[in-house]
């Protein structure tokens, strides 16, 4: 896929270490010919995404807290000035507390149930509503990160699945909206990673064990597999997909129970 995104711009959004997903869709996103921005948020994650940023050519990096208008005001007019146009945006941001990804989800606090929204899927809206303008003229791709906990249940993933289920609903609705002017929405579902993030949810090692053995192709989703999904979807191949949900797993959503040998 050399060279598919020769000519194209975007920002990435949720780049936390080397082993991050963002990082992954990034580095092919690179390798396929783009230039990107980038977003951290506060100093702590800033000084470990810089050395990232800068192997990939780039010194655009913006601090960004989603939560707060006036800070997404900022970062995008930044790079309204750098780029008066951009190609695509890549939305790998979500959170909870990791203290309500451990037991039931009839637990989960308001605060947390309004946190975990508001930063897993509202930001989507608020990035979509702001790149549109630099979009608009010539088209361009959104895309965000979801889980099969959205449409089934999976231990400990708790508000995180309610959060991804309205996020996945929201990939939707602004894949309806944007469409008209040639803006195309979409989600990549990985199986479990090993992630920074998804270290956080309880039972993680098993759920992804019990992943690898039963997927039918007795494999997880790397780094490369999801980076190449979504330089697919940002380059003209992706010209006729919007408001889908692709499924990186291995194939392991087609399952309706553990192989005979491990059930």
Same mark, same amino acid.
């Given at each position: 896929?050399?060279?598919? %995104?020769?000519?194209? &711009? ?27 921005? !980038? +977003? ?41 000035? +750098?780029?008066?146009?951009?190609? !695509? ?9 990791? #203290?309500?990804?451990?037991?039931? !989800? ?5 605060? #947390? !149930?309004? #946190? ?28 965000? %990160? ?31 909206? %944007? ?15 090993? +992630? ?8 993680? &090692? ?34 006729? +997909?919007?408001?889908?949900?692709? &499924? ?16």
């Amino acid at each position: 896929m050399t060279g598919v %995104l020769a000519g194209k &711009r975007g920002l990435i959004m949720g780049v936390a270490n080397e082993r991050s997903i963002a990082w992954g869709i990034a580095r092919a996103m690179h390798e396929a010919g783009a230039e990107l921005a !980038f +977003t951290y948020q506060g100093n702590a994650f800033g000084k470990r995404v810089k050395p990232l940023v800068e192997s990939v050519g780039s010194d655009l990096l913006l601090d960004v807290d989603v939560t707060d208008d006036a800070s997404l005001d900022a970062a995008f007019a930044t790079l309204a000035d +750098t780029w008066p146009t951009i190609d !695509f945006v890549v939305h790998a941001i979500a959170y909870s507390d990791r #203290n309500e990804l451990t037991g039931r !989800f009839v637990d989960t606090t308001r605060d #947390n !149930f309004k #946190n975990s929204l508001d930063i897993s899927c509202y930001s989507l809206i608020e990035v979509a509503r702001r790149a549109h303008p630099m979009m608009a003229e010539n088209g361009g791709t959104i895309l965000t %990160l979801t889980y099969q906990g959205a449409n089934r249940v999976t231990p400990f993933y708790n508000v995180m699945g309610v959060a991804k289920a309205a996020l996945e609903s929201a990939t939707r609705y602004l894949a309806s909206d %944007l469409g008209p002017d040639g803006i195309r929405v979409n989600a990549i579902s990985p199986g479990p990673m090993k +992630t920074l993030a998804g270290a956080a949810i309880g039972g993680a &090692r098993a759920t992804f064990k019990h992943a690898e053995e039963n997927a039918p192709l007795r494999a997880n989703a790397t780094l490369d597999a999801v980076g190449g999904t979504a330089v697919y979807l940002a380059s003209d191949a992706g010209a006729c +997909t919007t408001g889908e949900v692709l &499924r990186v797993d291995g194939g392991f959503h087609v399952l309706g129970m553990p192989l005979t040998e491990n059930l």
